[in-house]
T-cell receptor
């Protein structure tokens, strides 16, 4: 079992709709959870992080964490063409500073 | 403007060569990381370092070593390059403590022929 799992997509969402991206992790002692966005040919950039169970909102982005189910998700409201990218889920496990990434979900926003 | 700098954007090497990938950060960050990124596999952790001269293996350390003699510099070494090490290599750093935001360099696309 992979430590961090994501559906590779592609996920196609119409402009203006809500895009929902999901991630599961295997280390029950994981402490910190991140969502990175990566445009083609570019390096990943952090868009959200969450530490506690529940929801965290920042503009059009909402991160949701459920530690009991070992599940973290990212919602993007009012999706824009500029949101088309690969979204990487990352988790800091119970061991020190190690940060592990999932394989990423490719999101495409269609006009 | 704070940044993580990788010495080469593109690199072509021959099988069996010793290869050095350099990474420098100017933010006084404690932690530094080397990942490789391959299509469909996401980012896989090779090694990380949480202090000068300290290092820990990631998920795929075989065929690699690292060096961190100074806080700002973290080097990835391919002792004897092989074709299956052709990949995009990404260096990243974090301040440490409660600040875990990874800042990435622009990457080095390594081709081993």
């Amino acid at each position: 079992q992979k430590e961090v799992e994501q559906n590779s997509g592609p996920l196609s969402v119409p402009e203006g709709a809500i895009a929902s991206l999901n991630c599961t992790y295997s280390d029950r002692g994981s402490q910190s959870f991140f969502w990175y966005r990566q445009y083609s040919g570019k390096s990943p950039e952090l868009i959200m992080f969450i530490y506690s169970n529940g929801d965290k909102e920042d503009g059009r982005f909402t991160a949701q964490l459920n530690k009991a189910s070992q599940y973290v998700s990212l919602l993007i409201r009012d999706s824009q063409p500029s949101d088309s990218a690969t979204y990487l889920c990352a988790v800091r496990g119970s061991s020190a500073s190690k940060i592990i990434f999932g394989s990423g979900t490719r999101l495409s926003i269609r006009p | 403007d704070v940044k993580v700098t990788q010495s080469s954007r593109y690199l072509v090497k021959r099988t069996g060569e010793k290869v050095f990938l350099e990474c420098v950060q100017d933010m006084d960050h404690e932690n530094m990381f080397w990942y490789r990124q391959d299509p469909g596999l996401g980012l896989r952790l090779i090694y990380f370092s949480y202090d000068v001269k300290m290092k820990e293996k990631g998920d795929i350390p075989e065929g690699y070593s690292v060096s961190r003699e100074k806080k700002e510099r973290f080097s990835l070494i391919l002792e004897s390059a092989s074709t299956n090490q052709t990949s995009m290599y990404l260096c990243a750093s974090t301040l440490g403590g409660s600040n875990e935001k990874l800042l990435f360099g622009s990457g080095t696309q390594l081709s081993v022929l």
